[in-house]
């Protein structure tokens, strides 16, 4: 498990903040995590709870910042802090330099948050597909911002409450274990939308857009000139994925179906020697998909493991 989790307050201070924020990272134990209590007025409270490589922390007085995932950015400077220094003090950077418009160059899987003590500011956010989800609670007359990578760290906190919600209870079967945003399970919170941040400030929460797809219907591009793109952007896309890794660690996994069998030959194409790829596949024919992956290899020169899943 891993994930961020936190409150920012202008009213009165969380109690017993040290044990508030424990609970709402409560999780299985990682090595990296990384945990900040509240300030002397138990104003702020943060924690990130990843693994190493998959968070980037930064507390500087009354800045604090905590990203999770794997943020990549369009602002060579940025690229170089985060490369030296971690991806908290790129957005650090991003924060001072632009404010808000820290989104256009801010790219890949993250979330994040920054707590702005001095300005009793704060802003979560999660990425344009939303891979990394961050929910959320203002807990009426409290004047605060509580929020988490997931319903049970928010609900920790002492000032939410949880009370079911029968429509979302429907949802989550209606499109099969899902609750479309901004609803969660709970009456008191919501979760951000792909694309989306909250700004807290003046004591008030709100919810904005800084992405939002691009639907185009009549272009001028043909067929074959959109083909060209589509391959273009998706060798874009590899080489942004391995970019500064040790080629002997990348593998991919592969089912044989089109997305995959293209990763591996993404992958085949800009590694040296014999990417890795692997497959879960099952003793019964009728769901066991690993011939179809073996063709992918042979045609792509991947090297290949397959792994048998049994009822044992």
């Known amino acids: 498990m891993s994930g961020i989790c936190g409150w920012i307050t202008t009213g009165a201070g969380t109690p017993d903040a040290d044990e508030t924020l424990r609970r709402m990272a409560a999780g299985p134990r990682s090595s990296g995590t990384r945990l ?5 007025e138990r104003k702020l409270g943060l924690a990130l709870r990843a693994h190493p490589g998959e968070g980037s922390w930064l507390v500087d007085e009354n800045l604090w910042l905590a990203v999770e ?8 400077s940025l690229s170089e802090i985060a490369r030296a220094h971690g991806h908290a003090h790129a957005l ?6 632009r404010g ?5 160059v801010i790219h890949g899987p993250f979330s994040f948050a920054i707590l702005d003590g001095d300005r009793d500011r704060g802003i979560i956010a999660i990425d344009r597909f939303g891979i990394h989800p961050l929910c959320y609670a203002s807990p009426p007359g409290k ?16 000032s939410v409450t949880a009370t079911l919600r029968i429509q979302s209870l429907y949802n989550y079967f209606y499109f099969v274990d899902r609750i479309p945003a901004p609803d969660t399970i709970y009456e008191e919170q919501k979760k951000l939308a792909p694309g989306q ?13 800084y992405w939002r797809m691009p639907y185009g219907e009549d272009g001028e591009a043909g067929f074959d000139q959109l083909a060209e793109e589509l391959r273009e952007r ?6 942004r ?3 500064g890794e040790d080629p002997r660690t990348i593998g991919t996994f592969l089912s044989g179906g089109l997305d995959s069998g293209t990763v591996v030959g993404l992958l085949a194409q800009q590694i040296p020697g014999r990417p890795r790829s692997f497959t879960v596949g099952f003793n019964d024919a009728r769901y066991d998909e690993s011939k179809y992956a073996s063709l992918a290899c042979r045609h792509f020169g991947a090297g290949h493991d397959v792994f048998k899943l049994e009822p044992r």
Do not use: C, Q
């Open 36 to 40: 900040k209590d509240g300030s002397a």
């Open 69 to 76: 995932g794997y943020p990549f950015w369009s602002d060579g």
């Open 92 to 97: 650090a950077r991003a924060y001072a330099d």
């Open 100 to 104: 808000e418009a820290l989104f256009d």
């Open 143 to 158: 004047g605060g911002l509580v929020f988490g990578s997931t319903t049970d760290s928010v609900r920790a906190h002492p």
């Open 197 to 209: 941040y909250l700004l807290f400030e003046n004591g008030r929460a709100e919810t904005r857009t």
């Open 234 to 239: 998706l060798g874009a896309a590899m080489t």
């Open 241 to 243: 994925s391995i970019a």
